[in-house]
């Protein structure tokens, strides 16, 4: 069965620190795999996207990085802010998903917590 | 800007009652879908939709109910609620030809007393 897990569960930092996530997968072959962010009481909303022969992908603070031999993605955040107070969620898409969505396989997220 | 709707925020229901969750994209999007999200479980696919009055089954489909009647709406209906189906319910978006990425709405947040 394809998996995706995120470690850690839970982590606190200081405002200002760098933090990474990881994401591990056995998803086999894949086409793409996202990191979405989720603020509470909202809807995911997407921050990069890396195909299987991209090794990292930034946008702003936030730089993914993906190594396809070893099935494990990171989502680094530099200089962290407490709006990046959030969920981050991992997801892997299979290959031939032209539509989207019903053969994608979610983490269960990293809950991240800023602090001052 | 991308926009999905979902009716509503916050419900409160008691057992046996049904329960309607409506959802609106104003992307014109074709793919639609229904989420539940629960602590430690992450998303989990209820149903999922990518034409109009078509339908079909995800992961988890029992005690619910879709409908597509127009393209830019899609429905989750729980025919008699009950309060394992306490969760928060996620609809999304995706265009025909899609690289995977979904576009959710804020979520509806459902207790079943």
């Known amino acids: 069965k394809n998996q995706v897990e995120q470690s850690p569960q839970s982590l606190i930092i200081l405002e200002g620190k760098n933090c990474t996530l990881q994401?591990?997968?056995?998803?086999?072959?894949?086409?793409?795999l996202r990191w979405y962010k989720q603020d509470t009481g909202r809807g995911p909303v997407s921050l990069t996207i890396?195909?299987?022969?991209?090794n990292t992908k930034s946008n702003g603070r936030y730089t993914a990085t993906l190594d396809a031999d070893t099935k494990q993605s990171s989502l680094h955040i530099t200089a962290s802010q407490l709006s990046d107070s959030a969920s981050y969620i991992c997801?892997?898409?299979?290959?031939?998903?032209?539509?989207?969505?019903?053969?994608?396989?979610f983490g269960t997220g990293t809950q991240l917590k800023v602090e001052l | 800007d991308v926009k999905v709707t979902q009716s509503s925020r916050y419900l409160v229901k008691r057992t046996g009652e049904k329960v309607f969750l409506e959802c609106v994209q104003d992307?014109?999007?074709?793919?639609m879908f229904w989420y539940r999200q629960d602590p430690g479980l992450g998303l989990r696919l209820i149903y999922f939709?990518?034409?109009?009055?078509?339908?079909e089954k995800g992961d988890i489909p029992e005690g619910y109910s879709v409908s597509r009647e127009k393209k830019e709406r899609f429905s989750l209906i729980l025919e008699s609620a009950s309060t394992n189906q306490t969760s928060m319910y996620l609809c999304?978006?995706?265009?025909?030809?899609?690289?995977?990425?979904?576009?959710f709405g804020e979520g509806s947040r459902l207790t079943v007393l």
């Open positions: 999304a978006s995706s265009p025909g030809l899609s690289t995977g990425e979904l576009f």
């Open positions: 994401c591990n997968y056995t998803v086999s072959p894949f086409s793409n």
């Open positions: 890396m195909t299987f022969s991209e």
């Open positions: 997801v892997v898409s299979p290959p031939g998903v032209t539509g989207g969505g019903n053969k994608l396989t």
């Open positions: 992307m014109d999007h074709e793919n």
């Open positions: 939709s990518y034409d109009v009055k078509m339908k």
